[in-house]
């Protein structure tokens, strides 16, 4: 997913949002062919080398029967006008995506026979290392934060926020600086797009790869992921944690954030312990927080509605069953998702990240989120 999105003419800016975009689909969209998914000649078991699909029945399916599946409707569109226009998985989606014209929405009894009429379901199993064959995995979160912020720099807005380097796009280097070498060149003089009022807050937009920014003049504008340095991403978590100055328990983003506010002289030192940086693009602006960011799939995403997945296991696009629980909590969380996104942290079969939503509310859900999960797709008959 992710991960992560010009202007001093009208045609550089649009050459400059091309190019991010092909950069964006090139780092995220990996295909899923039948190539990869090999159909086993004595059975129905699907495999690749990340994961392995069991069929199941429908009754399998812990709360399928008591989920609201109206909420899940406008995921499922969005999902299906992503794969007709992009036909990630070279599955065959367009007798499901045209059937859905019959459907009444507003019934889940009615969604409900039409997914089970259309589509068979599968269990997800790791196919290698060390869990090869269990059916649990990890299920975090994600959502798309707000933050403040200005068009110059000045009093309290001190952090930048850049757009893909115009002389990368002319030449790129061979071998590009890491975040602290960025930081302290300049080389991305020019290049802001905003500033904001938070270094730490900017860090986790870096890794949610979207958000919003309240402006000083009121107004709010939307920016998307636009590419990184090529360098690999190293968890500033992790860095606390190797130091012992956070624990396990405390190693969240009000965990992190609560550390930075006691260690204001250390906070670079901890965002540099990242090489990887991320650029920005500026987006069409939406002030309605339910129509989300676009997703790996081309798509919005839909608050708690979409997960991030590993598309070397799952095909982009589909609808998946998750059973997991509630952040610090065994409330359980049963429902019909749908894999519009990917990220650099979302590896394996049983893996999944849960798209909470815009604010502070979704990014307490996400940054607390850590659990165990199963996990079904469904794919067409």
Known sequence: MNNLYLKKTFKLASFLAALTMFLTACSTIPEYSKKSVKEAPSSNTYSSRVAELIPVTWSDLPGWKEDDLTAAWPAWMRSCEGMLKRNPSGLNWKPACAATAKVNVNSSDSIRLYFQSYMKVMEIRHQSGASAGSVHGLVTGYYEPYLNGARKKGGVYQTPIHRYPEAWLKKKPSSLPTRAELMSSGQLNGQEIVWVDDPVAAAFLHVQGSGRIRMSDGAVIRIGFAGTNDQPFKSFAQWLLDRKEI???????????????????????????????????????????????????????????????????????????????????????????????????????????????????????????????????????
């Open 247 to 381: 624990t396990r328990a405390t190693a969240t983003m009000q965990g992190i954030q609560a550390w930075a506010e006691k260690n204001p002289k250390r906070v670079q030192e901890m965002l540099n312990a990242n090489p990887r940086y991320v650029f920005f693009r500026e987006l069409p602006a939406s002030h309605d927080a339910s129509v989300g960011p676009i997703g790996s799939l081309g798509v919005p995403l839909t608050a708690e509605r979409s997960i991030a997945v590993d598309t070397k296991a799952l095909p982009l696009g589909a609808p998946v069953f998750l059973d997991t629980t509630y952040p610090l909590s065994k409330k359980p969380i049963q429902r019909l998702m749908m894999a519009q996104d990917t990220g650099s942290a979302i590896i394996g079969a049983v893996r999944a990240d849960f798209y909470w939503g815009t604010g502070d509310e979704a990014g307490a859900y996400a940054g607390r989120m850590k659990q165990q999960g199963r996990m079904w797709v469904l794919l067409p008959k």
